[in-house]
């Protein structure tokens, strides 16, 4: 071995230069079979997953201290040009020095880890690679509603965990608190339909209330805060001549859909056998008939926010005869 290293460092800077090359290519293609061949020898995927980049990250290591122990005898006497070189580098390649950083950043403070559900500015994701420049998630809602997948990869830069926050749902507690919004009419039995709801919320989510009790135990011994209500709140308000009813609850991060399905799916029959007592407020806009001919009116109904009244011309003559029966509207 050592007479390895003498003749190494005998060699001219030309030919160093030369073994450099062919040392780096012969070193990223045994790591790249490696690469390839090792992960598939584990059933798992996580641990595929860290079989391939502790073979990535080796790889790196390797031409790093192939380097350095071909260019050893030299190191010394560039160590100025290195380092006014190494100013510059850092000057032109400051998103990417940043980028690494951020790595560690997020190596080191465990931002996140890839499984996660995360957050990063307006995106928000589950994490599927964290390199050493970009985190790669798979992106959830945007034109898909709710928390479903849309397809896209979206690698962001790891610089930008430095600059702004990143939300985690999936470390300490694992629940989010969700809503949904009803409208009855004016006439509904108010207390018939809080006690509806309460009763099939508290059905909805009687699963995840240990889970979710028991969660935020763990969760309240690395972290100060308030005790929040876990079981499912009903709250009416009065909105636009309408009984506005919120719902909110705890779920499962990745079951939000789910949850709404399911609650929707339990609430229209029961106010569909309620015998009248339970009535969904409209949305629409009911149109009445007035004693001008050439004109209907557009009342807004309880449920319109704010809508004016408005004039709606009749064109009374047909293009075949006047005597029709039913005019012609003209919107």
Not at 33 to 39: G, K, T
Request: aromatic share 10%.
């Amino acid at each position: 071995m050592n007479d390895l290293l003498k003749h190494a460092v005998s060699l001219s800077l030309f030919t160093k230069c030369v073994a450099a090359v062919i040392g780096i290519l012969l070193i990223h293609a045994t790591f790249h079979v490696l690469e390839r061949a090792l992960p598939r020898r584990f059933g798992q995927a996580d641990a595929r997953y860290k079989v391939h980049k502790f073979v990535v990250f080796s790889g790196y290591a390797a031409i790093l201290l192939f380097v350095s122990i071909l260019f050893e005898d030299r190191l010394g006497r560039l160590s100025f040009a290195i380092g006014v070189a190494s100013a510059g580098v850092a000057v032109a390649l400051q998103d990417v020095l940043a980028s690494i950083a951020g790595a560690f950043s997020i190596g080191f403070s465990k931002l996140y880890a890839v499984g996660d559900r995360v957050q990063i500015g307006d995106i928000r994701g589950d994490v599927i690679d964290i390199g050493l420049l970009r985190t790669s998630l798979m992106e959830i809602g945007n034109w898909v509603s709710r928390d479903l997948y849309n397809g896209r990869i979206a690698r962001i830069p790891n610089s930008t965990v430095l600059k702004g926050p990143v939300f985690n749902y999936s470390q300490g507690f694992r629940f989010v608190w969700d809503e949904i919004k009803l409208l009855f009419t004016t006439t509904s039995d108010c207390q018939l339909a809080k006690e509806m709801l309460l009763r099939v919320a508290k059905a909805a989510i009687g699963e995840y209330l240990f889970e979710a009790q028991t969660s935020w135990k763990e969760t309240s011994e690395y972290y100060r805060g308030e005790s929040p209500p876990l079981e499912p709140t009903v709250a009416l308000v009065v909105n636009a001549g309408s009984l506005e009813f919120t719902v909110d609850y705890i779920v499962d991060y990745t079951k939000r859909t789910v949850m709404r399905d399911r609650l929707f799916t339990k609430i229209v029959p029961e106010v569909a056998n309620s015998n009248g007592r339970l009535e969904w407020a409209s949305s629409g806009t009911v149109i009445s008939q007035q004693a001008t001919p050439g004109a209907i009116e557009a009342h807004p109904s309880s449920s319109t926010h704010g809508a004016a009244t408005r004039k709606i011309p009749i064109n009374t003559k047909s293009p075949a005869t006047s005597s029709q029966a039913h005019p012609h509207v003209d919107v």
